[in-house]
T-cell receptor
Framework: EPEVTQTPSHQVTQMGQEVILRCVPI?????FYWYRQILGQKVEFLVSFYNNEISEKSEIFDDQFSVERPDGSNFTLKIRSTKLEDSAMYFC??????????FGPGTRLTVL | AQSVTQLGSHVSVSEGALVLLRCNYSSSVPPYLFWYVQYPNQGLQLLLK??????LVKGINGFEAEFKKSETSFHLTKPSAHMSDAAEYFC????????????FGAGTRLFVKA
């Protein structure tokens, strides 16, 4: 069964450093998303991406964040200058024309 | 704006007992409603979804949920809990357009006692 994959599973970085989280969505899907879950809190929407552009973003997704689909298979989330409060589990998801989003296993980001 | 409220951050049941996890939603459009399960250190797995077809929705692992518009509820049930059901459960809502965002509730952690 097709699945969304994410790398790395765990990323540790120093405050102020740039990180790139990678996702490989399901191959025939058209919509891509990033969500985050701070430890012990709810899952929060960050951004959705369609046709090579952002279709919607939340207030969390400020200028420090960017997304890209560099090669037609990967979907990346970049955080330019990480802060302590960026520590969270980041989930990638993808969907086709139907409503069901399939989530990846997540990348745990720890900012020291 | 859409929102989801899950009543009870923790629910504890005995093995074999009924599982009832409560979810109420708020939406200005006919909603799409979902239940996801998250096992420790894993991602989100879709249990079931409501998309304006049958109001009683059956999902995986014996779970089902009933959409009640009059009560704006979408409670999750399972007749008989199993130890393997211990996990975090998230109710979620989205609108019906493509590329929609999903709004999650705060989650309910289910404990199953032997």
């Amino acid at each position: 069964e097709p699945e969304v994959t994410q790398t790395p599973s765990h990323q540790v970085t120093q405050m102020g450093q740039e990180v790139i989280l990678r996702c490989v969505p399901i191959s025939n899907h058209l919509y891509f998303y990033w969500y985050r879950q701070i430890l012990g809190q709810k899952v929060e929407f960050l951004v959705s991406f369609y046709n090579n552009e952002i279709s919607e973003k939340s207030e969390i997704f400020d200028d420090q964040f960017s997304v890209e689909r560099p090669d037609g298979s990967n979907f990346t989330l970049k955080i330019r200058s990480t802060k302590l409060e960026d520590s969270a589990m980041y989930f990638c998801a993808s969907s086709g024309l139907t409503d069901t989003q399939y989530f990846g296993p997540g990348t745990r980001l720890t900012v020291l | 704006a859409q929102s989801v409220t899950q009543l009870g951050s923790h629910v504890s049941v005995s093995e074999g007992a009924l599982v009832l996890l409560r979810c109420n939603y708020s939406s200005s459009v006919p909603p799409y409603l979902f239940w996801y399960v998250q096992y420790p250190n894993q991602g989100l797995q879709l249990l079931l979804k409501y998309t304006s077809a049958a109001t009683l929705v059956k999902g995986i692992n014996g779970f089902e949920a009933e959409f009640k518009k009059s009560e704006t509820s979408f409670h999750l049930t399972k007749p008989s809990a199993h130890m393997s059901d211990a996990a975090e459960y998230f109710c979620a809502v989205s609108d019906s357009t493509g590329g929609f965002k999903t709004i999650f509730g705060a989650g309910t952690r289910l404990f199953v006692k032997a």
